[in-house]
T-cell receptor, first 114, second 114 residues
Framework: DVKVTQSSRYLVKRTGEKVFLECVQD?????MFWYRQDPGLGLRLIYF???????EKGDIPEGYSVSREKKERFSLILESASTNQTSMYLC?????????????FGPGTRLTVL | GENVEQHPSTLSVQEGDSAVIKCTYS??????FPWYKQELGKRPQLIID?????GEKKDQRIAVTLNKTAKHFSLHITETQPEDSAVYFC?????????????FGTGTRLKVLA
């Protein structure tokens, strides 16, 4: 069974704080993704990575950065959190880049920025 | 940019009736279309998918149809049960500019009334 885990289920931070969201997958997947989920907007892609140290911007990268130093771990960083970044953040992974492989999602981190 | 429109945003059906959710995509090169189910407080999970070389796929009470000419695909759930109540997301694999990423619809909240 594929397992995708996220470091926190709930997180409360203050405006201006630096925030790290961690995602780990245990199935040697090449691809990892960060989405945010907001009511009425569905899932929107923030960043994705096809390989270690590789990253590509998604649809809404502004205010975020990512890090993938190891294949199994993909971190989302909010350099200076703002209230409009209050959201549910979902990490996902899939096996291979070119093929249409299933995305497996983590349980999500609900971030509140005060 | 690429987008996926999903309708309706909410859907209520009586137990035993059928439910249909429709999605339209913009990237004509898209060739893979998964559907995800997200129960309250849980992660999205793949329930069925379809590739562009087929027009229909069934898995017990769930079916998906694809019309590539019209660029739309639909999820059909027959004999609905209360446990089908969830938010359903469609997605299209976009391959613009040599990168692969999923574009999600905005979700449909399905309520099955007992």
């Amino acid at each position: 069974d594929v397992k995708v885990t996220q470091s926190s289920r709930y997180l409360v931070k203050r405006t201006g704080e630096k925030v790290f969201l961690e995602c780990v997958q245990d199935m040697d997947h090449e691809n990892m993704f960060w989405y945010r989920q907001d009511p009425g907007l569905g899932l929107r892609l923030i960043y994705f990575s096809y390989d270690v140290k590789m990253k590509e911007k998604g649809d809404i990268p502004e205010g975020y950065s990512v890090s993938r130093e190891k294949k199994e771990r993909f971190s989302l960083i909010l350099e200076s959190a703002s209230t409009n970044q209050t959201s549910m953040y979902l990490c996902a992974s899939s096996l291979r880049r070119e093929l249409t492989d299933t995305q497996y999602f983590g349980p999500g981190t609900r971030l509140t920025v005060l | 940019g690429e987008n996926v429109e999903q309708h309706p945003s909410t859907l209520s059906v009586q137990e035993g009736d059928s439910a249909v959710i429709k999605c339209t995509y913009s990237d004509s090169a898209s060739n893979y279309f998964p559907w995800y189910k997200q129960e309250l407080g849980k992660r999205p999970q793949l329930i069925i998918d379809i590739r562009s070389n087929v027009g229909e796929k069934k898995d017990q009470r769930i079916a998906v149809t694809l019309n590539k000419t019209a660029k739309h695909f639909s999820l059909h759930i027959t004999e609905t049960q209360p446990e089908d109540s969830a938010v359903y997301f469609c997605a299209a694999l976009s391959t613009t500019s040599g990168t692969y990423k999923y574009i999600f619809g905005t979700g449909t909240r399905l309520k099955v009334l007992a």
